[in-house]
Each structure stands twice: as C-alpha cells, then as structure tokens.
C-alpha cells in the first residue's frame, strides 16, 4: 500500500496484479481499480505517478486513473549488472523522486521539472545488501531508510545540493522544490515546499530568524519561531523590499503597493497602495487583542445594545498607513473596510493598540493626537511630543514632553494624567512578569521609572470589562483624583452593564451617599422581586425604571412605567422631578380627569414663582399668543415677544407691536428690532437697527433692496468690523467689494493671505503700490518664493535688493539680468563690486568671483586670488579670461615660490610655463640632485637626464656623482653622454669605478672618434683595447694600408686575412690589373670572385681556364652564360648553336645539361617552328634513353610549348607516347582536331564518347544542323533551329523525324512562351503595339495548328495566354479579336476533352482543373459576347458581359465593369449601366492613384456572386483620356436623373433580370449566359444546363450548339 503525497488517497496492489485507489474525502470515486500490471506488483509507491514494479524488470509510471506515462526496461543496466525482481518502492514528499529496492541495488528515477517526464537517474549499489523489504522516506525529505532481508535497517542522507549561508544556517535541498533550512547555533529547522512543485531559485534569512524563498511564480515566506509557512503566487523582479517588523505577518514593498502576508496563511492577507513603508508610520495589528465585543460572547453580554452570540465574531486584523504625508487610513484586513483621517500637517509617527479601537498619531509639529475609530473622534493629548509608545498588552500610553515622562492610565480620559519630570530622552518601555518599567537615558546612565502596574492591569480589566477584578484592584490604591475618576468610570460602566452591587461600591468609594443610597433600595426592591416572582430582579420593570432614572434617561423610565399600566405613578415621578410639563403630557395622552387642574395648578405655580418665560411657552402651546407676549414682556425677554409675532404674523395692536420693537432696541437686540422693524416696513429704522447691532450682512442685503446708495459704504463699515474682531482675512472680501483697495491689501497682509494681497496690490496704480511690493517681496524672499519675491522687488522699484537676493542665492545670472534689465552700466559694475568686495571680505571668495566676472573685471579677480595667494584660483582665472598672460603667471608664481623657498610650487609653475630647464637650474643651483634629475628626466626624457649627470660629475667630481647616478639608475645614461659629447677620459673612468662591462664600447666609442680624427695609431690601440681588432682591420682596409692591414690581422684577428686579400684584389681588379687580382683572390681561397670578374669583364677565355682549373664544377654553367651572352649580342642562337652545344654536353655525357640546352631554345631565339620541334625532339629522346626520371616532365613540358606554337596534334602525339590519354585528347579538342581525337580515343569507349559529344557541341555551335541529322540527333538539330528562332524549319524537321507528340508538345510550348515574350503589351508606339497582337494571335494559332501539349505544366503558359488575350485594352481588340477568342475557345474546349481522358495517375488535381475550367469559361463567355453581338442579340451579350465580372483574376476589372455597363447601356437597362459605368470611373481614379482606398464597394455589397478586389490592374482599357471622359461626363449626367433608380434591386426582386447575374446562387447556370436556371426554365442537351429560352434564341440565329458548336436545331 502507498499513500498519496496530499494524504487524502490510498493506492493497493494485490497478487493478481490490479491496483486499487480509494479516495478518502471523495465518496463519488471510493474505491475502484485503475491498473491491471503484467506481473505481481511488490514495489509500489504514489507520487506525482504512480509507480509499479515486480519480477519482470520493468518500472513503470501512471497517472492517478491508471493511464500509463512512461515504461523503464532495466533487464540490461548501464553496468552490466543484472537487474533481479523489485521488492519495495518510495517516494520522496514533493513526490518528484522515487527510489526502487532490487538487489544489492537501489533504482533512482527523478521527474524532469521542465518536460515532466520521468527519467533515470542510474543505480546505487551497496555490496552484501540483498534484497530490500521495507522502505519509507522521512516526511522533511533529508532521509531515506531501507530495511534488507538480513534485518539490516540503513539510513540514507538526501541532498541535492547543501550550503551554508551567513556561516550561521545550513540550506540542505533535498529536491527541487524544497529545502531544509537549520539555525546553527540551537539546531532549529524549518522545511521549505513548494506546494506547487516549483523549483526553488533563491533563499535568503533576514534578521536571523525569517525565511524568504523564491521560484518562478510563487513566493515562500517562513518564520523560524512559529515555524509557519506561507506560498502565495508572485511574479517580481528582485526589487521587492522586504519588512520584518512584525512577528505575525511580513510586509512586501513593490511598485508602489505594499503586500501583507500573513505567516501561514496561502493567500496575502490584504495590498495597500503607499510609498511610506517606515516602520514610525506604519501599524500593522493582527489578533493581538479581542475587540470589545468578542470579550462579551462568554458573558453573553451585549454591544450597542444587541445581543452578541459566537456567530458574530471575526478576526481583528488592521493596518494602519499614511496616503499621503497628512491623511491616514486604517483599513480593516478582513472586511476590507477602511476609515480615512485627514490631518493639517505632516504625521512622523502613528500606531494602532492591541484591539485596533484607538489610533496615536504624531505630527511633524510635535503635536500628539488619538483617535477613537468606533466613535471617529480625534483628541489631542500632548504638544512637544518627543517620544510615544503604547504599553504593551495594554491602552496605556507613554510619552514625554520636554522633561516630562506624561503616562495617561486612563486613555479615555485624555485630561487624567500622571507627570513624573526626567532628566534625559526615553529610550523604550520593558515590560515583564515583575512589572513595566520605562528605561530614561540620562546621559552617563540609565535611570528606571516603574509604572503603576496596578493601574495598567485596571485599565486592561476595563477594556476586557472584567469589572469586579477592577473593582479589586481600586480596592487596594488609595483614593487619588485619578483614582476617584477610575471608580467613576467603574461605576459608569457597571451602571451600562447593569451590576447593581459594584455600583454600590463605586459610589460609596466616591463620597456619592445618595447615589449609594438609592441603589441600595434598587438593590432591596431587586431581591424583593426574585423572592416573589423567582425571576431575576435585574428584569423588574420597577428596577428598570429605577435604574433608566439614574441614568437621566427619563424616557426609558417613562416607558416601563407605562407599559406596566402606571400612569399615575408615571405623574408622579415627573412631579417629583418637577417636569410638569411631562406631567402634563403623559396625563395628556393617558386622558387623565385631572388634566384641566393639572394645567391650571402648573399655570398659577408659574406665575407664583415668577416663570413667566415657562408660563408663555404653555400659553403659546395653547395658541393664547397675546397672554404669551405679555408674559415675555413681563419677564424681560422682547426677544421671545417678538418671535411669537413673527411665527404667527401678529398686526395688532399696534400699540404692543411699538413696545415689543422699543424693548428690543433697550435690550440692544438689535439685529431682533432690525428684522421686526423691517417685517413692520420701518426700512430706514430697521438699517439702522441692523448697523447698530453689527449684522451688516442683514444691511447690506436691505440695503441692496432698498438704499443702493449705501451698499458701498456699508461693505466697508463691515470690513472695519470684521476688523476689530480679528476677522481679518473675512474682512478682505468686503473692502474690495467697498473699493477701499488700501484696506484690502492691508488685511491680506494683516492675515498673511500674501496671494490674495498680491493680486490686490497689481490692481492699484502709481506710487502707492510701491510700499506694499516691497512688503511682499520680503515675504516671499523668507519664505523662499523667490520668482515671486524679484517680481515685487522690481515692481517696488528696489532692483538692487532683486540683485542682492539673487546674489546671496548664487543665482549669478539671474542677478546680472536683472541689474542689465533695469540698471546703468556703471550702476551695475559698481554695485556688483561693492557687493564682491563685502563677500571677499567675508572670505565668500568665489560669489565675489563670480560677481567680478559678471561685470568683466577679471583683473580684480585675479588680484583678489593673489591677495589672498590663491594661486590655484588665480591662474584658472587668467587661464580661462586672459589666456595670452598665463604663461607669465606662471613665471611670476615660480618666480616667487622660489625666492619664498617654496620650491615644489616653483617646480609646478615653471612646468606649467614650460620653463621645465628653469626648475632643473633652480634645483641645481639649490645642490638638489635628485629633483633635479627627476624633472628632467620626466620632462626633458633621458637627452635632458644626461645633461645633468654629466653637470653633477663636473660638480663634485666623479666618485660622489656616481652615487646619485647608481642611486637614480643613470649610470649607464650618463657614460653614453660623456662618451658622446668626447669627455671619454671621465667616462672611461665612470666606467671603471662603476661599470666595467661598460668599457669596450667606451673604448670602441673613443676609438671611432679617434679614427675619425685621422689619429689611426691612436685609434688601434683603442680599438684593441675594446676587443674589436676587426674594426681596426677595416679601419686600414679602408684607408688602403694593406700592409698595417695585414699586420693587425695576422696579429689578432686571422679570419680577417682573406677579407684584406680579397679587399686588395678588388681594389686592383677596379684598377685592371686582373692578374694581380686573381693571384690575390687565389691567396684569400677566393677562386669564384675571380670568376666572377672575368665574367664582368666578358673574358670568356680566362673563365673557361680559371673554372676548369680551379671549379671544375661550374665550367657548364660558365658554357651557359657564355652561351646567353652571345645571345645577347645576337650570336648563337641558330639551331646550329644549340645543336652544336649540345652535342658537346651529349659527348660529355652531361645528359641533363644537354636537355637543358635544347629546351633552351625557344621562340624568341629560333623562328622555325619545325626547327624548334627538332630541337625539342631531340631533348624527349635523351631524356627517354638516359634521364628516364625526367621524361615525364620534359615531355609536358615539350608538349605545353607546341600547344602554345598550335602544334596540337604533335603535343598530342607526345602526351599519348607518356600515357596521358586523356591530356591527349584534351588538346585534340581544344585545338579543335576531331579526327586526331577520333584516332587517339580508338580502344577507348569512355574518350570516345567524350569526342562525339564535344564534336556535337562544335556542330551546336557551329549550328550545322544538316551534319546534326546526319549524325541522327535530330532533337539536337531542332533544338538549334528553336533557339535560332526558325520555326518552318523546326516543324519540316519534326514532321520529317516523325517526332512524338510529347516531344513536338516542348517545341509548341517553347513556341508560344517566346511568342508571350515577344508581346509583352502595347505601351509603346502604334506600330510596336500591332506588332504585339500579331504575336498573340499567332501564338492562337500555333496551338491550333500544331497540336496543343496536354501536360500539368502547359496550364501555366496556357492561363498566360488567357490573360494576354482578354486583358487587351480597347486600341489592342482589332477585327481580328473575336476570332481570335474564337479559336482560343475551341482550343480550351477541345483540351478540356484530352485531359479528362488522361488516365487517372495522370489527371489534373482538383486545383489545377479548377483553374484550367474557369479559363475555359471566361473565354467561353467572352466568345459568347461577340457572337451573340455579331447576331444582335443584345440581351444575351449584356447577360454574357455581367457573368464575366466574376473573373476578375482573367479580366482585368475595367475591361469588365466597361464591356458590361456598355452592354447594359445598348441593351436599355440604364440603372445597372449606370451603376456599372460608375464603378469603371472609380477604377479609373483609382489607377491613376495606384491606390485602391479610393474604392467605395457599399453599391455592390450585396452583389455576392462579383469579387470585388483591391488589386488594381496595371493600366486602362481604354487607353485614350479622352474615350475615358466621354464615359465620366455620362456617368455624371445620369447622377442627376431623378428617373434613374442609382442602386442594386433586392435578390429577390432581380429573378429573371440582368441584375439576376450579379447574386451568387446554388442552381446550375445557363451554359449561354451563365445566369442561373431556375428549374422551370431548365434544358439538358450536348452535356450541358442551359436556359431554354436563351439557348433556343442563341440557336436560331447561330443554327449551332453554344458549347460543342455542332449543328443544332431549337428545342421548345
């Protein structure tokens, strides 16, 4: 048995070989067989296959429904090994690899990610194993354990690939897609898989505890603590960046949207669009603290006064995140719901507490703010903010203020906090088992202020609404106002949950005796009601009401007690409140008798105690309005009276309405009396009322209505007003609307609306602006609105503190345009000078550069840089602005550093100037060797290095310089100087000292000066001092003392004797003395220059006797050159001569000579061709009788110059003589001897061939077809005469050759093409264009008098024809034309017959025979056109004209739509004409565009049987513009006929009309007109369909079948 790698399916094999499945969580599929194996399965295993294997040595694959995938045959292993039965199989987890037990031997297969197919991954052996039993893979994959037969158990280590990452966790990948990730230090692993089998890429670990792993398309995130894994599909670019903050889940960033992923989870947890993914503000919560409404489900308590039940409950998961830097959102994770807190400055800082209810919130102002997300309300609770923290696991915050460690108990109470003064910054809060403790850093130190943690655990029963463990904890802190304000909201809460007995304690623990007292009958008349009733007390209406009565929630009460029936009691407690009026109302509606008394006691009650205000609202609520405006008049409040009079729209009395108004202005309501004056049209009382009562926005709209006058001067007492109470930039509207600009602009500035002041200011003119600009712009200049700020600057005419500003800003170019734009020359050079010298005063040395340059007075920068002695600055001024003075700059700063001692500055100035040879002296006249030497070596090269060495020897002499040189590696350089400028005694003794080896060459070197010199004495010694006696020996050689000469060489260089002797030789043989110089070149052993003067000097005698006495061995070639000599002189170059010459070799038996003699005899030297031939005989013969080895070549070489002398039968000859046959006939051929080449290739059949078939080619040639038949190649005859372009004579030889009629079919179609050629249009003159239509109707009737081939090739040449023939413009259709097409038809047709009787291996496919009949129709119909007009039978050439629209690929489309809109015309159908025509005009267009856009095909969109085509054709049917005018110009005369219908009839209204042509159809078609036949009208006759009416037409009038052309009579 083997389970599935999901574990929700079990495979078993059984002995008779099936397999069976069962699903577990599937009940459709069960259990069922999905493999019947050829042999007992005893190895089985389920991976991503299923593997079988037994006793038959075959390991096969299948799918999970028995499907087979592949089939290993291991009877013959790659190692000669036999491979016995498989006992036991595994897989590995990821189920990609399976290993097999056999014997002694473990199969590995693995399954090839890319393709998917498995593959064999080879054999592991294991000596004295034996068979396996029993295996099974470890679930992480790092193990495999194998059990034998011998009871054995081994344990295999996997592993594809180990590493060590960070030397601190080992990556162990037990397969491709998946990987065992181990922490060193403590040996915690954690196993990375990829569910979906994807291979992993990459694995990294951040902060030594998270798991990041890559594949292609998935991301694997793992946490070592909780050892949670999570996949979700991913498809990055290595560019996320990845945030850790939080335990639980882990934070993407990645273009722009940030991704959280909780661990263990398969899917993100939720995406956030935000570019701020700092940890300060980003607050991510998940599950750390129930909400408060998950606290109640155990208590069954309630929230938002419903009933909580566990169904409502769902994970408290949120984020909290900045949109943009001053608007946060918090987004629920799990209802995807979010809540958006706009703010009005920067927030640095937020976070969420553990229930995710509360939001802390910091802004950049320092400014700290909660926010309560259930009530969305928003609180600040500290300013100067430098540090917050929630406490955690709790609602208690932490912050600090200055010096102030603020701790708020009570979050919910934001004016509750405890003030503890600190001395540093707080670092962070620590909160253990002990207790929480906030860590302050004071510097040197660290202090430690514990917090109350009684009173966070109180907060935290609080938020979990444990009310009695709060009450215990309150129990044991002594009562504080803190404290007291914790049992009041103890007490608050207990009082909304109901608990009695706690709020006893909370209000007896605050002092509360009558709070206490009165639940404490709440509490009696609870258990009252449990011991009558035996329900719980809590739901007595009676403590219920009670209870809603301490809550101030009236109504409530009102409501129990009514619902009860108590509504006396309900009175009563109203009166006992002293609501009366409540009173009254329950009693009202309850319809109580004693109503009217109730009303009327409550009424004198009023007026007793004096309430007349309460009194007149009952008298208004009983509409007694005059009583009640009295009453109001009594109790001081006009304001009411007047209110009361204007509801009800009260007229009279008068009288009362005067002292209401009278009242109200004593009051000093004003805005009152003003509305009521106005409601009793007093409208200059009521303005009045309202100026003096300030509610101007009441004037000025009464004013607008009545005093317009005013309006003006009442916006600005209003402006004035809003003034004086600080409500500036309110009053700003109103000025402007008075047109008082100044005030305006005064209160923008006043309420620093500088953009609205602005605006203002550019509206007034002249001066009085100007004071205001400037105003503005020192506004915009602090605020950094510098734009701004220079066009106020200019505005207020203050140019130079736009030039100032921009100065201070280092916007030079600006500052200079602006002083050029508004400022004199000079004003600007000044100002700006100023201005440079303050800033080079301050030390600001480039801006006072940069302003200097501004105004060109680079000479004051200049001298600005060197009053300061910057240098480096200097000279890039006079660099950049006075290029022409830089090198004297550098002079003068060399100069100076010099005498200043500051030498290396020197060095760089006089290098700058190229005055390099100035700091060499500097240096040297300083004794500074060394520097001197490195500048000059650097600057000057080695030439300037020597100079100065050989002034350091002269300076302080040769023994100490040396050191300098040895120390700078000069030695050598410095002897090569001296020796080279003749100081030869210093550098012999530089040499000497310090290198010896260098000695010869100084000796050679003073030896040459010497020789030089003339002093050759001297010059010897020398010369043997150096070892060069050679040297010494050519130094007399060539002043011609042979003696000294000798003497040298004798002494110490004997090799030179023969030089001397040979040197002297010449010199005589240069004088003419030849004999001395021959005994002298005989003493030097020299016997060959001898020669070679005697040869010079053409003394043949004396060389012939010199060569035979003393180099035998060259006299021939002396012969030879004397020979070539002669030659050259016009003597010996007769046959004779060669003869002569030869036989004298010949006798000397000198047979290779003798060859070469004769072989020299050439063309140049011997005209006669026979007497050359002879010659050359004579070389072949002594090479065949003596030099056997040099036939061959002489022979070749003979037989090239006879083919170059056109001697080729006898080069023949000689070829054939060595055996080259083949080079024979060769020259035979090329030098066009046949019969030679006949006679030579005799006995040969291959060269014999080879002779006829180039003796053909001659006759091809030649184009001798009379001797080409003879020699019986006719078809070679006829193919010459084709190529020459005789065709009688092509077709008298092949009638006479009686040739085949395939044979004869290449000559017809060879005929035809080049007839095609020769025709290839009419664009050229007339003439040349008749000429082209001859050659078509020749090629017509070629075809039909010389046969038409019936082959698959011909149809290509025959649709050529077609389209040639019915493509011809109108100027090309002579009155030959129709006959033309005429006999094209009967070809076509009569071709037809031939190839349907071909037999079947040889017929046209189905394409071809299409092709071919639809160019039998097209010329059918075409020949039926001219025929049925030749017969005036208009209506069918009109029919034929249309059925050819539907060949476009035949005719080209003008051609068709012309001859069928001219057809239509004739035949009186001017519609279709019209319609046709019109189309031939758009075709015209559109060729002479070469382009087809211009085509509209909406008229024939419905025409489906014509193919409407964007190919155009490549030039007009009718060729003159005229002819096409004439058509165009009827066209547009038609367009405005309004008889004329201009479009296509619907299909079904075209039966039996011309239109009938133009829509396709399923029916036969009409072998006369080719419309289609409906079945009525339908005739069968000569193997075709035809219309009866038009075939009998088309009969009577042709007496002959439309189609066979046979005799024919009509048929009704």
């Not at 205001?772 to 140019?799: M, T, W």
């Not at 000695?999 to 020789?1011: C, D, I, S, T």
């Amino acid at each position: 048995m083997s389970c599935n790698p999901t574990g929700d399916a079990v495979a078993s094999a059984h002995l008779d070989g099936t397999v069976y499945v069962f699903w577990f969580e599937n009940s459709d599929r069960g259990a069922h067989l999905i493999i019947r194996h050829n042999c007992v399965p005893f190895a089985l295993a389920w991976g991503s296959s299923i593997v079988v294997a037994g006793n038959n040595n075959q390991v096969v694959f299948y799918d999970e429904d028995g499907g087979e995938e592949q089939n290993f045959d291991m009877s013959e292993t790659s190692d000669g090994n036999d491979c016995r039965e498989f006992t036991a199989a595994a897989t590995n987890p990821t189920g990609d690899a399976v290993v097999l037990g056999n014997y002694n031997s473990l199969f590995i297969f693995t399954r090839n990610k890319d393709t998917m197919s498995w593959e064999d991954k080879g054999i592991t052996k294991v000596e004295n194993m034996y068979s396996v039993t029993a295996m099974d893979w470890k679930p992480d994959g790092d193990k495999l354990a194998v059990g034998t037969l011998c009871g054995v158990a081994d344990l295999y280590d996997i592993c594809v690939k180990r590493t060590m990452y960070k030397g601190g966790f080992e990556m162990t990948y037990v397969s491709h897609s998946q990987v065992i990730v181990r922490r060193v230090e403590n040996n915690m692993r954690i196993i990375i898989r990829s569910q979906y089998g994807r291979e992993i890429l990459k694995t990294n670990i951040y902060k030594k505890r998270y798991v990041v792993a890559t594949t292609a398309d998935t991301l694997l995130l793992g946490d070592f603590e909780s050892l949670k894994l999570s996949e979700i599909q991913w498809h990055g670019n290595g560019s996320e960046k990845f945030i850790f903050d939080y335990s639980s889940a882990c934070i993407i960033y990645f273009a722009g949207e940030v991704t959280i992923i909780e661990y263990g989870q398969e899917e993100p947890l939720g995406s956030i669009r935000t570019s701020f993914t700092n940890s300060h503000v980003l607050s991510l919560r998940i599950n750390e603290r129930k909400p408060k409404h998950l606290d109640l489900i155990d208590r069954g308590g309630s929230f938002n006064n419903q009933k909580i039940v566990a169904s409502d409950a769902f994970d408290n998961k949120k984020v909290a995140f900045l949109l943009d830097s001053q608007t946060i959102c918090v987004k629920d994770l799990c209802t995807q719901t979010s809540v958006t807190i706009a703010h009005d400055s920067k927030v640095d800082w937020l976070e969420l507490n553990g229930r995710t209810d509360l939001l802390l919130f910091r802004d950049k102002r320092r400014f700290l703010h909660i926010y309560n997300l259930e009530l969305q309300t928003r609180s600040q609770l500290l300013n100067f903010c430098t540090y917050v923290q929630w406490v955690p696991n709790s609602d208690v915050v932490v912050a600090q203020n200055r010096t102030n460690l603020c701790i708020w108990y009570n979050i919910h109470a934001p004016d509750q906090i405890t003030i503890h003064a600190i001395k540093g910054d707080i670092e962070e809060i620590e909160r253990s088992e002990k207790g929480t403790d906030v860590i302050v850093d004071e510097g040197m130190q660290q202090a430690v202020y514990p917090l109350n943690e009684a009173l966070i655990d109180y907060g935290s029963a609080m938020e979990d609404q444990e009310y009695i463990k709060a009450m215990d904890i309150l129990e044991s802190l002594t009562v504080t106002p803190e404290v007291e304000a914790m049992w009041r909201q103890l007490h608050a809460a207990a009082i909304a949950a109901g608990d009695i007995r706690i709020s006893q304690r909370c209000a007896a623990a605050t002092g509360d005796m009558a709070t206490r007292k009165f639940l404490s009958e709440v509490r009696d008349i609870e258990v009252k009601s449990e011991a009558e009733t035996g329900m719980s007390g809590s739901d007595y209406y009676l403590v219920r009401c009670k209870m809603a009565l301490l809550q101030k929630d009236l109504h409530l009460a009102e409501s129990e007690l009514l619902n009860q029936g108590k509504v006396d009691e309900c009175i009563d407690m109203y009166q006992k409140l002293f609501k009366h009026d409540e009173a009254i109302r329950v009693a009202e509606q309850a319809r109580h008798p004693d109503v009217i008394e109730m009303r009327q006691a409550y009424f004198a009650f009023l007026l007793e105690s004096n309430q007349e205000e309460r009194a007149a609202e009952l008298k208004v609520r009983e509409h007694d309005f005059l009583q009640a405006i009295k009453l109001y008049m009594k109790g001081g409040m006009p304001g009411k009276a007047a209110q009361v009079i204007l509801d009800h729209d009260i007229q009279q009395p008068v009288q009362m309405l005067d002292e209401v108004a009278t009242a109200l202005t004593r009051a000093g309501m004003h805005d009152k009396a003003g509305d009521f004056y106005e409601r009793l049209n007093e409208l200059q009382r009521a303005l009045d009322s309202y100026v003096r009562g300030n509610a101007f926005r009441k004037a000025v709209e009464l004013a607008r209505k009545c005093f317009p006058f005013r309006v003006v001067e009442l916006q600005e007492h209003w402006g004035d007003y809003l003034v004086s109470q600080k409500q500036i930039d309110m009053a700003i509207n109103h000025y402007i609307e008075a047109k008082v600009y100044q005030k305006a602009i005064e209160a923008a500035l006043t309420a620093r609306q500088y953009a609205k002041a602005l605006q203002l200011v550019d509206a007034v003119d002249g001066d009085a602006a100007r004071p205001y600009y400037k105003q503005l712009a020192r506004h915009y200049e602090e605020n950094r609105q510098y734009d701004l700020a220079e066009r106020c600057y200019v505005s207020a005419g203050q140019h130079h503190l736009a030039v100032e500003m921009h100065t201070k800003l280092g916007n030079w170019e600006i500052a200079h345009k602006i002083a050029m734009s508004y400022m004199s020359e000079g004003e600007v050079t000044l100002l700006y000078i100023n201005q440079a010298q303050k800033l080079e005063a301050k030390g600001s040395l480039k801006e006072a550069e940069k302003l200097y340059l501004a105004v060109h007075e680079k000479d004051l920068v200049v001298n600005m840089y060197k009053k300061h002695r910057r240098f480096d600055d200097m000279v890039r001024i006079v660099q950049e602005h006075r290029p022409e003075m830089l090198k004297e700059t550098h002079q003068f700063l060399a100069q100076t550093m010099e005498m200043e001692g500051s030498l290396k500055e020197a060095e760089h100035h006089y290098v700058e100037a190229q005055e390099w040879h100035s700091a060499v002296s500097m240096y040297r006249s300083n004794e500074l060797w060394d520097d001197a030497i490195r500048v000059a070596k650097f600057h000057g090269g080695i030439v300037a290095c020597k100079r100065v060495t050989i002034a350091l020897l002269m300076a302080i002499g040769v023994v100490e310089g040396a050191k300098y040189l040895t120390k700078h590696g000069l030695v050598e350089a410095a002897l090569d100087h001296a020796a080279e400028n003749g100081a030869y005694d210093m550098a012999i003794e530089l040499a000497t000292q310090n290198m010896p080896k260098k000695l010869p060459e100084v000796y050679l070197k003073h030896a040459l000066f010497l020789e030089d010199d003339e002093r050759f004495g001297e010059a010897e010694v020398e010369f043997i001092k150096a070892n060069k006696p050679k040297e010494a020996v050519e130094m007399y050689v060539h002043q011609k003392d042979w003696d000294n000469a000798i003497r040298v060489a004798e002494r110490y260089e004997p090799v030179s004797i023969p030089d001397v002797y040979a040197a002297h030789a010449k010199l005589m043989a240069d004088e003419g003395d030849f004999k001395l110089a021959e005994e002298l070149y005989l003493s030097a052993s020299r016997p060959e220059l001898a020669l070679a003067m005697y040869q010079e000097t053409n003394d043949w005698s004396n060389a012939l006797r010199l060569a035979q006495l003393h180099l035998p061995h060259r006299v021939a070639e002396v012969n030879m050159s004397y020979q070539n000599s002669q030659a050259r002189q016009g003597k010996g170059n007769t046959k004779s001569d060669f003869i002569k010459i030869g036989k004298s070799q010949e006798q000397s038996k000198q047979w290779g000579q003798a060859i070469d003699t004769y072989l020299n005899a050439k063309q140049n030297k011997i005209e006669s061709v026979a007497d050359l031939e002879e010659i050359w005989e004579r070389a072949i013969e002594l090479a065949r009788n003596y030099l056997p080895n040099r036939h061959v070549e002489v022979a070749l070489e003979v037989s090239r110059r006879l083919v170059d002398l056109n001697r080729e039968e006898s080069a023949a000859d000689i070829l054939f003589e060595i055996g080259r046959h083949e080079e024979a006939i060769n020259v035979c051929l090329a030098g066009k001897h046949y019969e030679k080449a006949k006679q030579l290739s005799h006995g040969n059949a291959a060269l014999r061939r080879r002779v006829e078939e180039a003796y053909q080619g001659h006759l091809v040639s030649r184009e001798d077809t009379k001797e080409l038949v003879e020699l019986g190649r006719s078809d070679v005859a006829i193919d010459v005469l084709a190529k020459k372009g005789e065709w009688d004579r092509v077709w008298e030889v092949a009638a006479k050759e009686k040739l085949s009629a395939a044979a004869l079919g290449k000559y017809i179609l060879m005929r035809v093409e080049e007839l095609l050629r020769e025709a290839p249009g009419s664009n050229g003159p007339k003439g040349q264009a008749q000429n082209a239509n001859s050659r078509l109707d020749e090629a017509v009737r070629v075809l039909q008098r010389r046969g038409s081939p019936v082959t698959v090739q011909a149809i290509d040449t025959y649709r050529k024809l077609v389209c040639r023939i019915l493509g011809r413009s109108n100027e090309e259709e002579h009155s030959e034309h129709a006959s033309t097409v005429n006999s094209l038809r009967e070809i076509l047709f009569k071709l037809a017959g031939q190839y349907r009787s071909l037999p079947s291996n040889q017929q046209l496919d189905k394409k071809t025979n299409a092709e071919f009949l639809e160019m039998l129709m097209a010329v059918h119909y075409q020949n039926m056109m001219y025929t049925c007009r030749s017969y005036n039978l208009r209506d069918l050439s009109a029919k034929c004209s249309v059925t050819l629209l539907k060949y476009p690929d035949l005719i080209p489309q003008d051609k068709a739509f012309y001859q069928a809109g001219m057809a239509c015309r004739e035949q009186g159908n001017i519609n279709l004409s019209f319609l046709l025509l019109n189309r031939y005009v758009d075709l015209t267009e559109a060729i002479d565009a070469s382009d087809s856009s211009f085509l509209d095909n909406t008229e024939f969109q419905d025409a489906d049987a014509i193919p409407l085509q964007d190919t155009l054709p490549k030039r007009h049917y009718l060729d003159s513009e005229d002819d096409r005018e004439e058509v165009r110009t009827w066209v547009l005369s038609v367009v405005t006929d309004s008889s004329v219908e201009q479009r296509l009839p619907p299909r079904e209204q075209s039966r039996n009309t011309l239109y009938e042509g133009l829509y396709s159809s399923e029916r036969p078609t009409c072998i006369v007109t080719g419309y289609q036949i409906h079945p009525a009208d339908m005739l069968e006759v000569n193997n075709s369909t035809a219309n009866r009416r038009d075939w009998n037409a088309y009969v009577v009038k042709s007496r002959a079948c439309p189609w066979t052309g046979q005799a024919q009579n009509p048929l009704y």
